[in-house]
């Protein structure tokens, strides 16, 4: 489940190849048994290429920062080749039928290293000034004798590796600006030397030239319909190409030339003067022309499509390396920016998104922002004080992406700076913000993160060769004062400009910024500090010099750009920063790219340090938090310890002062017993005399006490016993009213039943008569319709008997002519015929009345069965009805017998203060109201059940005297509880005081 980066067969067990992974490793797998033989690892990087030797038991891996030599019988790495991390590897391979090993690097310098030793055998030389390029692709003859170098320019370099110099320039047309791919086309006359060349250009189209006489032969492909990648068979009979649109052509080069099958050339050569006034670049430079041979290029019977490739010396500047998504031009937009400075303020944003290419990836952002905010910027409130709220979220937000997709960014201390402008612009977005701000990052901050933690000196470094080249005084001033680019131009880096300039200036910078070469960045720079040359001259200290650069000036942005552009045209090209920076690369579709360009183990040795420091801090937090514990124990102990001492210090002189007191009193005491022992012996003298005279005065008391208990007593018994009488009268008097409130009460509820009763009665007679008078209806019209039927039933009946006597006539009076008129014979025949066609249709007639019979017979015995299915769903209907008659019976003499029990409990309870034939009197009389009460709601509802039971009744009907049933049921146990509490209030339990009252 990893994308694919390289593959490699012909190994020395043919059914094996090689397959490098996205994963950064290197897989073996065999053809015939699909299984996975070796896994190597050993990489940092994505591999590019694998190389296999001509024997088949070595292969080189080649990633951007190593290249690694197997042995492919033991699946182990022999050796290893290291590079410096600025440089950078392109390609390393070997040498067709030769043990040499060509490695060709980022700076244009190519090695050939001895296969056996991995000894340096010898580095090609610098091309000849005027002639540089960065080379990007390569190709060896067959023979292993020629090497052809290509990049972003229309220029080939042809080097003859057995004298090691350059023999050749081609140039190719000038549609041709980048060269994607390079492949020889082998030929079996050649001896190996190949002459023919496959050039894959920019546009997508592969053209085959002839290095010798730089002849255009044939291409393949077309604007339209380009080519992606393309390989060459080994026999050079084929060539298979992978289109843009994702098909695969197969051509034949048979087909395509004639060239390839020529003899070779003739080995004759004429010696030319060579006294001519060119240099020697002009010499080495051949352009290519058109081929002229008078065969056919291509077979016109030929069903592929090739075109001849000719010069068009008026070819229109637009292609496809200037068309942005949206339908926009780098270059029609470049020619706006220059007319007016800067882009229409309302379609900057999609300009911007346009030209920096933005994928878009929401896959790949939503599972960066599900990760969470990433620990280095939880607190970044607190470095970072934003006021709103929302740009601190967005800015916390896109800090932790960048952080989640590359580990550098959480160590970086710029990083916020740096994002701070796009997450203002785009707040709104945070997709577009988290990709411009990575784009940034990859294409015009390149090389910054190489030394790690430290400034990129690199980066500092072309700077300030920019600035010694086109101004030497104001670079001297800035030595002199020991102010070094890290002061004046690491500010202006690290922040993107964002400090020096306003809003307005800041947009116009970067809409030039990002429609140029990375490189202008740079460039931009430099030119604020040249274009700040007087002020910076009078400066001479290193605090002025640090505010300068970290404060807005009065600057004219304008003359900025244009000194920019100057910048990047007048600086040469070994200084100029364009040749260290690659060209912009937008970000991958998809998932976005691996960003390690950084020194991943001093990332990894902060990670950690941070990790160990945090670690640290929470044991140290954790004993300072012991030790405050311990301190603040020891404070409350020692509290506690002197206030023990002082309590006991004053309960030692508390009991001193006790004992003293104690000793003063019982000497008082002493004193005071003497004197109370001679007052008690005085005392007791006169207690003995007044003891008496008491005694005496006591009894009289006593006598006189008993005598006014006993008339006390005798009143409390009057009092009672008319206070007995009085309750009874009104108790007599309270059981007279209740008895007539309950009569009325009865009375009242029977008229209110009569009422409804009479009501229900009238409606259910309503009903009943006018189901009765739709029922005679109903009948009346079956009959009506039943007598109709046996009238038109009589009818055809009466008119099929007058059509049988006609035509019986008709045949007698058909004889009578027959035996008077035997000349009219052939008449009457005719006639016969259609005498028997009517008979025909009285038959069909007849047939017609038996079928209409049988229908009606049919409906009837529907009625019938229809009648038989109603009368029994009536007896259903019925029987539940009995059912729920007797249920409710039953309940309603069981609430009777309740009642008459509760009334003859509440009467034997009255009959505390009653008679005993007062008491039977009443509850003799209280029973029959209950009863009469009750068997008139009984009545009412069996009236009401009856009602119901109707078989004339309809279903809404039935179910509103339920109802009404279930209401009058209600109403009848309200009627029970308030005859109860009713009772339960007119004797409260105070008036029993020998009893409790239990409910």
């Not at 790495?77 to 039928?97: A, D, M």
């Not at 008078?294 to 499509?305: D, F, L, P, V």
């Not at 945070?430 to 690199?458: D, G, K, M, R, S």
């Not at 009856?946 to 279930?966: G, I, K, N, T, Y």
Request: aromatic fraction near 8%.
């Amino acid at each position: 489940m990893q994308a694919c980066t390289a593959l490699a067969f012909n190994l020395h067990r043919r059914t094996e190849f090689l397959v490098a992974l996205a994963d950064y490793s290197v897989k073996c797998f065999d053809t015939e048994t699909k299984e996975l033989v070796s896994w190597m690892r050993g990489h940092d990087s994505s591999v590019s290429s694998i190389s296999v030797h001509g024997s088949g038991r070595y292969a080189i891996t080649t990633s951007t920062d190593t290249a690694q030599l197997w042995d492919l019988d033991t699946f182990q790495r022999i050796r290893k080749l290291n590079v410096h991390q600025s440089v950078g590897i392109q390609k390393v391979f070997f040498l067709p039928l030769s043990n040499t090993i060509l490695s060709c690097f980022k700076d244009n310098s190519v090695f050939a290293w001895e296969f056996d030793t991995l000894h340096c055998k010898y580095q090609l030389p610098s091309p000849v000034e005027g002639s540089v390029l960065l080379y990007k692709v390569f190709a060896v003859t067959r023979d292993g004798r020629t090497f052809v170098a290509g990049g972003k320019s229309n220029h080939l370099h042809l080097w003859c590796l057995e004298s090691k110099r350059l023999i050749k320039i081609i140039q190719m047309p000038e549609k041709v600006r980048a060269v994607r791919h390079l492949e020889f086309l082998p030929d079996s006359f050649d001896g190996g030397s190949n002459q023919v060349l496959g050039v894959l250009s920019q546009d997508n189209i592969m053209r085959f030239i002839n290095i010798e006489t730089c002849k255009l032969l044939f291409d393949i492909g077309s604007p339209e319909e380009g080519i992606s990648t393309a390989a060459i068979s080994p026999n050079g009979r084929y060539i298979a190409s992978v289109m843009e649109n994702g098909s695969l052509n197969l051509y034949s080069v048979q087909a395509l030339t004639q060239e390839g099958n020529k003899p070779p050339p003739s080995m004759f050569k004429v010696v030319q003067d060579g006294s001519k006034s060119t240099s020697e670049t002009n010499k080495l430079i051949m352009k290519v022309t058109p081929g002229r041979s008078e065969g056919s290029w291509k077979s016109r019977g030929s069903k592929i499509q090739t075109r001849l490739l000719k010069l068009q010396g008026n070819a229109s500047l637009e292609n496809k390396e200037n068309e942005l998504p949206g339908g926009l031009n780098k270059k029609r937009l470049r020619a706006l920016l220059k007319g007016f400075g800067e882009y229409p303020a309302k379609y900057r944003m999609f300009v911007w998104r346009s030209l920096l290419q933005l994928p878009e990836n929401h896959l790949a952002f939503s599972s960066l922002i599900d990760k969470g905010t990433h620990s280095a910027f939880v607190n970044i409130h607190n470095k970072y004080p934003i006021k709103s709220r929302k740009l601190l979220r967005v800015l916390q937000r896109t800090l932790s992406a960048l952080a989640h997709w590359s580990a550098i960014f959480a160590e970086t201390p710029y990083i916020p700076l740096l994002a701070f402008p796009f997450v203002k612009l785009f707040q709104n977005n945070p997709l577009i913000c988290f990709e411009v701000v990575a784009t940034v990052v990859v294409n015009f901050c390149q090389h910054w993160f190489e030394y790690f933690p430290n400034p990129p000196v690199n980066v500092l470094s072309m700077m300030e060769n920019v600035l010694a080249y086109h101004d030497k005084e104001l670079l001297q001033h800035l030595i002199k004062y020991n102010v070094t680019s890290q002061v004046y131009a690491w500010p202006l880096l690290e922040t993107l400009l964002s400090e020096v300039l306003t809003r307005e200036e800041w947009l116009k910078v970067f809409d030039n910024i990002f429609s140029n070469h990375p490189s202008y960045f740079l460039m931009i720079v430099v030119a604020y500090i040249i274009c700040s040359r007087a002020p910076l001259l009078q400066c001479n200290q290193a605090a002025d010099f640090e505010y300068f650069f970290h404060h807005r000036n009065n600057l004219e942005i304008t003359a900025v750009i244009k000194e920019a552009y100057r910048l990047m045209e007048a600086t040469p090209l070994d200084i100029h920063p364009q040749r260290m920076l690659e060209d912009f690369i937008p970000l991958t579709k998809g998932q976005y790219p691996i960003f390690n360009k950084y020194p991943k183990f001093i990332v990894d040795y902060q990670a950690q340090e941070r990790e160990r420091i945090r670690q640290d801090e929470m044991e140290y937090l954790k004993e300072r938090q012991l030790a405050h514990e311990s301190e603040a124990k020891a404070e409350e102990q020692k509290a506690e310890d002197e206030a023990w001492y002082q309590k006991q210090k004053l309960l030692r002189e508390a009991e001193e002062q006790r004992r003293k007191m104690l000793l003063e009193e019982e000497e008082k005491l002493a004193e005071q017993r003497q004197r109370l022992a001679a007052i008690k012996r005085d005392l007791k003298v006169k207690e003995l005399q007044l003891l008496d005279a008491s005694r005496r005065r006591l009894l009289n008391y006593q006598q006189d006490q008993l005598q006014m208990e006993l008339k006390r007593l005798d009143d409390e018994i009057a009092r009672k016993a008319s206070m007995r009488e009085q309750e009874t009268a009104a108790a007599v008097q309270d059981v007279e009213v209740r008895r007539m409130e309950l009569e009325s009460q009865r009375q009242l509820f029977e008229q209110h039943l009569i009422k409804d009763q009479e009501a229900v009665t009238k409606e259910m007679k309503e009903k009943v008569d006018a189901h009765q008078r739709k029922v005679d209806l109903e009948d009346h019209c079956v009959q009506r319709l039943m007598e109709i039927d046996r009238e038109e039933n009589q009818k055809a009946q009466t008119v099929a008997e007058g059509n049988v006597a006609k035509a019986e006539q008709k045949r007698i009076d058909t004889d009578w002519r027959l035996q008077v008129l035997q000349r009219l014979r052939r008449d009457d025949q005719d006639r016969e015929k259609c005498y028997e066609e009517l008979v025909k249709l009285l038959h069909d007639n007849r047939v017609r009345e038996a079928e209409l019979l049988k229908a009606m017979r049919e409906t009837e015995e529907k009625k019938r069965e229809d009648i038989i299915q109603k009368e029994a769903q009536l007896e259903e209907e019925q029987k539940a009805a009995a059912a729920a008659d007797e249920h409710r019976k039953q309940f309603l003499d069981d609430k009777i017998n309740d009642a008459l029990e509760l009334s003859e409990k509440l009467e034997r309870e009255d009959g505390y203060f009653e008679r005993p034939c007062d008491l039977k009197a009443r509850r003799t009389e209280r029973g029959v109201e209950v009863q009469q009460v009750l068997r008139s709601g009984n009545s009412c509802l069996n009236d009401l059940s009856a009602f119901v039971q109707s078989p004339h009744m309809s279903l809404d009907r039935r179910r509103e005297l339920a109802r009404q049933e279930r209401e009058l049921m209600a109403e009848v146990r309200q009627l029970r509880q308030r005859l109860i509490s009713q009772a339960k209030s007119r004797h409260p339990p105070a008036h029993f005081p020998a009893t409790t009252w239990t409910p």
